[in-house]
Every structure is written in C-alpha cells, then in structure tokens.
C-alpha cells in the first residue's frame, strides 16, 4: 500500500530527527504544520450558474521568516498533500538560506474547464478568504502548478485593493510590469540545473553527451530540457501525462523538435525518429541522468531496483519513496532531492520580493548569477554532510535543513 503523501514526507523528517537526536517535543512540533486553513466559497461562473469551491492555505514553519510557498489549481488537491508540500518548503528555504518558512495552497477545481474571467474571479475570491493569513511579511504566494504570472498579478491587486495601495511583494512570480523579476519563469529550471552541474562534477560525470531521461516535459521540464541541452546532455527519452517515447538512434533527441512537438500537440506521442515507451520502460532505461518532472511516489520499491541512472534528480515533489530511496543508496545511484533541486524557483521569488520591498530592480544576468551562487553552495554544503556523515544527499539535505530551523526555533524560544 503506497502511504500518504504527507506521511512520506514525515518518515523523511523523522530519519534526520534521529540522527539528530532531537528532543520528543521538538520532533512533535516540526511533524505537523503550524496553522491549516480550508475555505469553501461561492464563484459565480459565466453561465449565471454559482459554483462552490473549496480552497486550502497551509503554513508549516515560520520561525525563520514568513511563510512562502506556490498556489496551485489542481482537482486532486486534499490537505494531507498541501501538509506535505508546506513540510517540503520549509526544508528548501533552510537548504539554500532564503529567511522563509513554509507554505502551500490549492484551490481544488480543473483549470481546462475554465474560462478566463472565471478562474480571475475563482482566485480574486480565494485570496479575499485567505487574506487574514498572507501579506508581505507573513505569507508570499508564488506560481505552483497551473498558476502563472498572470495569477500572481490577480492576487497582488486584489490584496492591494483591500489595503488601499500597492503592495507588490505578496505574491512573486509576478510580469515585469507589476513589480516581478527578471528571470523568474527560469528560476526552477536554471536552479535544478547548477544542481546537476554540480552532482556530475562529484561522480566525474562527463555532461557533453551525457544521456538524459526526462519524466515529464510540463513548462518548467522543457526548459531543463534545453538548459542540459545547451550545457551539452544528449535527451534520449521523454515523456507526458500520457505516453514516453525513446530515440530511434544514439544522436538522442533534438530538443527543439521536442519541445515544438509537445507545445503544438500537447503530448510527446508520434515525434518523429522515436518509438512509444511505457512510463515504467523510460524510467528504467540505462542513462546518465533521469530527471523525475511528473507525480509523486513514482520511484518505489516496486521499481527501484531496476533503476539503471547515474544520477536521479527531482524536479517534483515527493517522487521517490522511502523504500526506493534506500534501494538506490544501496545501487550508490545519486539522488538529488526535490527539496534542493527544485529550490531555484524559492531563490529567485526571494530575490523578487527583495526587489519589491526595496523597489530596486536587477538585470536578468544578476538574477542568474546570484541564483548560480546560491544553488552551487547550498549543493557543496549537502554534499559535505553527506560525506562527513556518510548518508545519501536527501538525509544530508534534511540534516542541514532540520538543524537549521531548530537552532532557530531554540534562539526565539517559545511565547508566551
């Protein structure tokens, strides 16, 4: 039986808070979230008709800073997963010192069915029930799944006209026009990138012409797509929500073909010089790098024995389990975690809400380099706990993250 999603995330916590040798009490403060808020609100759709839909706002920690974490549209949503992803944050905000705790909220509907003006006046409601939680220094919301700049700019206004004057830096990921970054939509991307950079440069993985596996090929997978392509990573497979296919020859794929093919078609089925490939084939084929852009619990022990990657990295949330992730430290496979390899995205929203705070703006090229920075030293400085205390990089990661936010918690102490 495949476990909850929050309760993967906790038997995480829990293998670094053994290590750690933490106290009962703080282990039982840091295993569930702070604060939970569902709503249920009426929207009125395009047809006159009134629908009730039902939202979630999820703060795990915030004892290093206000809460941050993405808004996503998702019919699947339920609050144990919010839970988990909220717990996720928190550890990717320590990992690469960006002074925010945890967040996380859905808005449980399906997007496609949606017009504009519908899905406008859906988040415009949403952020109206949630305002008593969020705000510039309490809770920053950026783009998670099926949100985009266009939805971060509807939630900046709407908390602006409840206030009486512009408040920018509530949400991130915003249009350049509207207090946003330079940069932004690459954040994730470029992030997960420096990580494989860097993990290849540990094993002595040689990236021109190395073979990449790509589980998922969404917005954000098919810029790590071209960024691994311009650092000379030859895609041999790909996937979508429904199908994979794997190159025809050694040459691989061309990656902008691909990613022409699945803009205009909305799938990877039929690309020419591939073949059809099961989702469970791709994931087992031999490569040196296997990028995990899809669900959650993908990677299990079900399967991971037959994992043949150099290294695994995670651009989703939660895609391996417990028990896949010990049979791949086993088969010394390199796992770089989800709660670093997706952190970019979290860097570079902490960089836009500086810049609104201060309205001082920077170039694109700065945003790239401060990111390149941060997502190189937070790897250096899990791969050293890793090799200092000889455990995978995902317990190197909570290691560092988990101490982190103790040490925190410890020097504020507990009010009253």
């Known amino acids: 039986m495949i476990e909850t999603t929050m309760a993967t995330a906790q038997r995480q916590f829990d293998i670094a808070a053994e290590l750690l040798a933490l106290e009962p009490e703080v282990r039982d403060m840091l295993r569930e979230p702070r604060r939970e808020l569902i709503v249920h609100f009426p929207v009125k759709l395009d047809n006159g008709r009134v629908r009730t839909l039902t939202g979630y706002r999820v703060h795990h920690n915030i004892t290093r800073g206000p809460a941050l974490g993405g808004l996503r549209l998702q019919s699947s949503a339920t ?7 909220a717990m996720w ?34 988040i415009r ?21 099926n949100t985009n700049e266009q939805t971060m700019a509807w939630i900046m206004d709407t908390y602006s006209m409840h206030h009486g004057y512009t408040m920018p830096s509530v949400a991130t990921g915003k249009p350049v026009q509207v207090g946003g970054s330079q940069g932004h939509g690459q954040g994730t991307a470029r992030g997960l990138c420096y990580t494989v950079r860097q993990a290849a440069s540990k094993i002595g993985l040689d990236l021109a012409g190395a073979r990449v596996v790509m589980q998922g090929s969404g917005s954000t997978g098919r810029l790590v797509l071209q960024f691994l392509a311009e650092m000379g990573c030859r895609v041999i497979a790909a ?31 039929n690309l020419a010089g591939t073949k059809p490939i099961s989702h469970n084939e791709l994931l087992e084929l031999p490569c040196d790098i296997l990028v995990l852009a899809a669900g959650q619990n993908d990677i299990s022990g079900a399967n991971a024995g037959r994992i043949q990657a150099k290294i695994v990295v995670e651009l989703a ?19 770089v975690p ?22 001082f703006f920077w170039t694109e090229r700065e945003v790239h380099g401060e990111l390149a920075t941060t997502m190189e030293r937070a790897f250096n400085e899990v791969f ?24 925190a918690m410890a020097m504020r102490g507990i009010y009253p």
């Open 239 to 269: 996937s979508d929500d429904n199908t994979g296919v794997v190159a025809e020859t050694d040459a691989g794929i061309d990656v902008n073909t691909l990613i022409e093919h699945r803009v205009n078609t909305d799938g990877v089925a």
């Open 338 to 359: 989800d709660i670093l390899a997706n952190a970019g995205g979290i860097v570079v929203s902490y960089f836009e809400w500086v810049q609104g705070l201060q309205e």
């Open 384 to 407: 050293t706990v890793a090799q200092e205390r000889f455990v995978p990089l995902r317990t190197a990661a909570y290691l560092l993250a988990v101490d982190r936010v103790v040490r």
């Open 89 to 122: 944050m928190t550890w990717s905000c320590a990992i690469v010192q960006i002074p925010y705790g945890g967040a996380k909220g859905a808005i449980v509907c399906d997007h496609r069915e949606l017009t504009s003006g519908e899905l406008e006046r859906i």
């Open 317 to 335: 949330n939660g895609p391996i389990t417990p028990t896949g992730d010990s049979i791949l430290a086993n088969k010394q496979i390199m796992v």
């Open 79 to 85: 609050l144990d997963e919010m839970q988990a992803l």
């Open 125 to 145: 409601r949403y952020v109206t029930e949630i305002t008593p939680l969020i705000g510039a220094e309490r809770d920053v919301i950026m783009p998670d799944l």
